[in-house]
Nanobody, 117 residues
Framework: QVQLVESGGDLVQPGGSLRLSCAAS????????MGWYRQAPGKEREFIAS???????NYADSVKGRFTISRENAKNTVYLQMNNLKPEDTAVYYC???????????WGQGTQVTVSS
C-alpha cells in the first residue's frame, strides 16, 4: 500500500503564492508518476500537473506559466509551487501517485486552497 500526505493549503489573497507538498510512503515503485488534481465545489476533479520519476512534466492549460511541479525522488515527495493565484484556483487539492508497475493510483486526503481578498 501507498500513503500520501499533503500539506501547505491555506487562505491567500489574489496574486499571492503557495507551495503544496505531498510525501509518499509505502510500496512505491521506482517508476511512477506523481501529480496534483483539484476539485472545486460543485465541479469534477480536474488534472493540474504531473511529473514522472524521470522528470517529465505536464500541466493543464489553466495553470501553465503560474504553477510549477517538482519532486525529490530520494524523499518520495512532490511539490506544487503556485504563483499569481486567482479566485478560480480555490479548491481542494489532491496528490496522486501512479505506480506504473502495478498500474495503481493512490490519493491523498486533500488540502484546501482558498484564494480570496
Amino acid at each position: 500500500q501507498v500513503q500520501l500526505v499533503e500539506s501547505g493549503g491555506d487562505l491567500v489573497q489574489p496574486g499571492g503564492s503557495l507551495r503544496l507538498s505531498c510525501a509518499a510512503s509505502g510500496s512505491i515503485s521506482t517508476t511512477n508518476v506523481m501529480g496534483w488534481y483539484r476539485q472545486a465545489p460543485g465541479k469534477e476533479r480536474e488534472f493540474i500537473a504531473s511529473i514522472t520519476s524521470g522528470g517529465t512534466r505536464n500541466y493543464a492549460d489553466s495553470v501553465k506559466g503560474r504553477f510549477t511541479i517538482s519532486r525529490e525522488n530520494a524523499k518520495n515527495t512532490v511539490y506544487l509551487q503556485m504563483n499569481n493565484l486567482k479566485p478560480e484556483d480555490t479548491a481542494v487539492y489532491y496528490c496522486n501517485l501512479y505506480n506504473v508497475i502495478v498500474r495503481s493510483h493512490y490519493w491523498g486526503q486533500g488540502t484546501q486552497v482558498t484564494v480570496s481578498s
